[in-house]
């Protein structure tokens, strides 16, 4: 059974425009929630990450928000880039075990 | 790729096959993972290892067997490779201190035929 579960799959968003990709999860007991990009040929690489005492993380263009009470978290790309198109996996953590979403590829139209 | 290195980085073997992938650090890292990426599955756990010959399971590690007699060398084995292990394997390390940060390899492709 899959603890975080990801969507969209796939996304096409327009060069500008906002990329918005959604995480849920089942276990309470995770206390770390990062986002990893990944690039074709590439290993993921850490992009944000956010700890369940805040409700909103931005760190350029890259948001995250999250929502304890739902078990929600999103990451919201603003202004999006065609450098952008990649895979986003979410994660959900806690010491040892990080369980990660299935992945979400992005692909930004100039 | 912040001192990893995955190889071979490409392998095609036949079924039955021993396997085994390795994976170098230079960072001194106490943490080290074996993941195995697959399309709409993720990245799954295979093995991970806290230490010198400390290693545990993770979610997905029936078929795998990994050791750690050094540091910086992390191995992933496949007693009998089988086509369902054909995947991209990842090997990622961690300092173990302050946030939980993977920091990724370039990726092992392996086919079974």
């Known amino acids: 059974q899959q603890q975080v579960k990801q969507s969209p799959q796939s996304l096409i968003v327009q060069k500008g425009g906002i990329s918005i990709i959604n995480c849920a999860y089942e276990n309470t007991a995770f206390d770390y929630f990062p986002w990893y990009q990944q690039f074709p040929g590439k290993g993921p690489a850490l992009l944000i990450a956010?700890?369940?005492?805040?409700s909103e993380k931005k760190e350029g263009r890259f948001t995250i928000s999250f929502n304890k009470s739902a078990k929600q978290f999103s990451l919201h790309i603003m202004d999006s880039q065609p450098g952008d198109s990649a895979t986003y996996f979410c994660a959900a953590v806690n010491n040892n075990d990080m369980r990660f979403g299935a992945g979400t590829r992005l692909t930004v139209k100039p | 790729d912040a001192g990893i290195t995955q190889s071979p980085r490409h392998k095609v073997t036949e079924t039955g096959t021993p396997v085994t992938l390795r994976c170098h650090q230079t960072e001194n890292h106490r943490y080290m993972y074996w993941y195995r990426q697959d399309p709409g599955h993720g990245l799954r756990l295979i093995h991970y290892s806290y230490g010198v010959k400390d290693t545990d399971k993770g979610e997905v590690s029936d078929g795998y067997s990994v050791s750690r007699s050094k540091t910086e060398d992390f191995l992933l084995t496949l007693e009998s490779a089988t086509s369902s292990q054909t995947s991209v394997y990842f090997c990622a390390i961690r300092d173990g201190s302050g946030a939980n940060v993977l920091t990724f390899g370039a990726g092992s492709r392996l086919t079974v035929l």
């Open positions: 956010i700890r369940p005492d805040v």
